[in-house]
């Protein structure tokens, strides 16, 4: 199986982006797209009992990442990718794991519980690795042997 392009959805509550790596080697690029939930303002932690405005938070939330698993899903059924890692902190990466579909579940090769929405691509790339390094988890869908770019 092809480990090649991977893609990793970095995302919060609020905002979502794609970075992708074509093959060994090659450059993360970022997605052109970036995703954003309508009327997103990031929620705000609140003590005490959950009131009709963190509700809607959370359905919000919901259906934001519903509508990201659909995109992987659509993207996962058209061969637009071969493995998936999903960045996110830990409520919305259990949304995300909630409505994932089953092609882009067979490509799911990790997650990471942390909110790196803010932080530039090198560096997402750079936690990833750690994090699999730490773990002792294999090394070859962010390494491999350098191929040439399109």
């Given at each position: 199986?092809?480990?090649?392009?991977?893609?990793?959805?970095?995302?919060?509550?609020?905002?979502?982006?794609?970075?992708?790596?074509?093959?060994?080697?090659?450059?993360?690029?970022?997605?052109?797209?970036?995703?954003?939930?309508e009327?997103?303002?990031?929620?705000?932690?609140?003590?005490?009992?959950?009131?009709?405005?963190?509700?809607?938070?959370?359905?919000?939330?919901?259906?934001?990442?519903?509508?990201?698993?659909?995109?992987?899903?659509?993207?996962?059924?058209?061969?637009?990718?071969?493995?998936?890692?999903?960045?996110?902190?830990?409520?919305?990466?259990?949304?995300?794991?909630?409505?994932?579909?089953?092609?882009?579940?067979?490509?799911?090769?990790?997650s990471?519980?942390r909110?790196?929405?803010?932080?530039?691509?090198?560096?997402?790339?750079?936690?990833?690795?750690?994090?699999?390094?730490?773990?002792?988890?294999?090394?070859?869908?962010?390494?491999?042997r350098?191929?040439?770019?399109?």
């Open positions: 199986m092809r480990d090649y392009p991977i893609w990793v959805l970095v995302a919060d509550g609020c905002r979502a982006r794609v970075l992708v790596r074509t093959c060994p080697g090659a450059a993360w690029r970022e997605h052109l797209e970036r995703f954003r939930r009327g997103a303002e990031r929620p705000r932690l609140v003590s005490g009992p959950v009131g009709p405005e963190q509700e809607a938070g959370a359905r919000a939330e919901a259906a934001f990442a519903a509508r990201l698993a659909q995109g992987l899903e659509l993207g996962a059924r058209g061969g637009q990718y071969q493995r998936l890692i999903l960045v996110a902190p830990s409520r919305f990466l259990t949304h995300l794991h909630l409505v994932i579909g089953e092609a882009a579940r067979e490509k799911l090769c990790g990471l519980d909110d790196l929405t803010r932080w530039p691509a090198p560096e997402i790339v750079s936690e990833i690795e750690k994090e699999r390094a730490a773990y002792g988890l294999r090394q070859e869908p962010l390494r491999g350098p191929c040439r770019e399109p």
